[in-house]
């Protein structure tokens, strides 16, 4: 039986999607605090000018510092890393102008490149871990619902609508997903002639829908979304494929399932139990959980202090701590979560708090349904933080956080810390560290996640395409 590599958490957009004048405010705040935010793009461009600026006459050598930019490779060169943060923000503007389908393309390609570096032949490439051989991968990435009605705006002509409604993201989502196993199964991939001739899709791609409350007037209005996307309880990976590869771009039909689970994202101001039901806040809150309770539906929760921010630090500091979900798994004690990148937090100008991932061991240890992950930071750095965690707190248990702990790159969020997802999924393979076995990495990477997604159903996690004649030709020759 061929073993599978999940992904559990990236992410595919376009600039259509963020707002990235929240980053810029975001910028300003951190530069306010005094706190060298470098998961930022506009903090990283001000650091490799400001470098630039020591090195050379910015005004009479501008021309060659953007040449250097774009056309000297994909390393920081040979200006000692002056390049180096503004070649990471123009290689995710690179990925970022890609539509949705070439993103998945790209990461194919990069899971191809990890597989056949260390495969020694280019035939079918598979990953190994220890004992383990995947040759199957799976993507769950995860929209974020960046909608945000009426919070006002800068101080230009074009201000106060700043509606980013998830529809047009939900759209370009399964149109991207749709073509990329067109596009794969149709070998219109020659653009890379490096690459051997694709005709099976490497990748299964299973979405997580991305629902903030606000955005909805009522508990009715959320429950439609819900009956509509997950129309008899969690769907399967073949319903899943099945109704993608079938999606014509409409989203006006009465059922839809297309999705795995449901994506929470607090930095967009979404509280996970508000203390009051003003608005009907707490209402919408949890018809969400009881849904999820009731059909089984898995639910990842953005848990760290970085991120797409368009609240205040001090919210995203209440509302994106893990003691948040407390009383959520009080009540709901079967409810599926994964609260994502383990706790990272890092109060501005401050040293890292490992709090937030403390509590997170705690309400692993409590419930038996909590999961968690290590993407954007990566293994390594998670297992420095768990042991200096476990320092403070000695009843952490490691091995029961390993039962809990899923892998996930954060890929395309994480290009402003690494160089490509090839990069990023090599160190996992890769790295070797005493509290980490290759049995322990088969769990994050495999076996894990499965039972995220797939509680009831575990097997036929891959399922087979439908042939896409007619579909391939009509791509083909579409404006
Ligand atoms: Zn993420």
Same mark, same amino acid.
């Given at each position: 039986m ?5 992904d559990?958490?990236c ?5 259509d ?31 490799s ?5 020591e ?10 510092y ?23 923000v123009?290689?995710?503007?690179a ?5 949705i ?6 990461m194919e390609?990069d ?21 383990h051989t ?5 993507l ?13 705006c ?9 509606i980013?409604?998830?529809k ?17 199964q149709?070998?219109l991939?020659?653009s890379?002639?490096?690459q051997p ?11 997580f ?21 997950f ?13 993608i590869?079938?999606?014509?771009? @409409?989203?006006d ?15 967009n101001?979404?509280?996970p139990?508000p ?17 999820c309770?009731?059909?089984?539906i ?31 798994? @009080? ?9 994502a ?93 005493p ?6 990495k ?17 097997d036929g ?14 791509l083909?020759t579409?404006?």
């Amino acid at each position: 039986m061929p073993e599978t590599f999940y992904d559990i958490h990236c992410h595919t957009m376009t600039f259509d999607h963020p707002n990235l004048i929240a980053f810029a405010y975001r910028a300003c705040r951190a530069l306010d605090q005094g706190a060298g935010e470098s998961h930022n793009i506009f903090i990283q461009l001000r650091d490799s000018f400001r470098m630039l600026g020591e090195l050379y006459d910015i005004k009479t050598h501008f021309k060659e510092y953007l040449e250097k930019l774009l056309y000297s490779g994909q390393q920081a060169g040979t200006d000692g890393g002056v390049l180096g943060s503004a070649k990471k923000v123009v290689n995710l503007i690179a990925f970022m102008e890609a539509d949705i389908a070439g993103q998945l393309l790209y990461m194919e390609r990069d899971l191809k490149e990890v597989a056949f570096s260390r495969q020694g032949c280019r035939e079918t490439p598979v990953l190994t871990i220890g004992d383990h051989t995947y040759s199957q991968f799976v993507l769950t990435p995860l929209l974020i619902d960046f909608g945000d009605k009426g919070r006002a705006c800068f101080n230009t002509h074009y201000s106060g609508i700043n509606i980013k409604p998830i529809k047009t993201q939900t759209i370009a989502m399964l149109l991207g997903i749709r073509d990329y196993y067109r596009l794969t199964q149709w070998n219109l991939t020659n653009s890379h002639a490096d690459q051997p001739a694709t005709t099976t899709p490497l990748l299964r791609v299973y979405p997580f829908l991305g629902i903030n409350p606000a955005n909805y007037k009522d508990v009715d209005e959320i429950n439609t979304v819900l009956n509509k996307y997950f129309p008899h309880g969690a769907n399967t990976a073949q319903e899943i494929t099945a109704a993608i590869q079938r999606f014509d771009g @409409n989203l006006d039909q009465t059922t839809l399932p297309v999705f795995a689970g449901i994506k929470l994202y607090p930095p967009n101001g979404f509280d996970p139990w508000p203390k009051d039901n003003t608005d009907h806040k707490l209402d919408k809150t949890r018809c969400i959980y009881e849904f999820c309770c009731k059909h089984d539906i898995p639910i990842t929760v953005h848990g760290s202090d970085g991120g797409f921010q368009t609240v205040d630090d001090d919210k995203v500091a209440i509302l994106a701590s893990a003691g948040k979900w407390e009383q959520v798994l @009080n009540e709901f004690t079967t409810l599926r979560l994964n609260i994502a990148h383990f706790g990272h937090h890092q109060p501005a100008g401050q040293a890292e708090s490992y709090d937030w991932m403390t509590t997170i061991c705690k309400l692993i240890g409590e419930h038996p349904h909590v999961y968690t992950d290590f993407s954007f930071r990566g293994i390594e750095d998670c297992f420095r933080a768990l042991h200096c965690a476990q320092q403070q707190d000695p009843s952490i248990n490691l091995d029961a956080v390993k039962k809990k702990l899923l892998y996930g790159s954060d890929f395309m969020i994480n290009l402003l810390q690494q160089q490509s997802y090839t990069e990023y999924t090599d160190n996992f393979i890769t790295c070797q560290l005493p509290a980490v076995s290759a049995e322990d990495k088969h769990h994050m990477c495999s076996t894990l996640p499965e039972q995220f997604l797939w509680p009831v159903v575990k097997d036929g996690a891959f399922p087979a395409l439908q042939s896409e004649e007619t579909g391939a030709q009509a791509l083909a020759t579409q404006p």
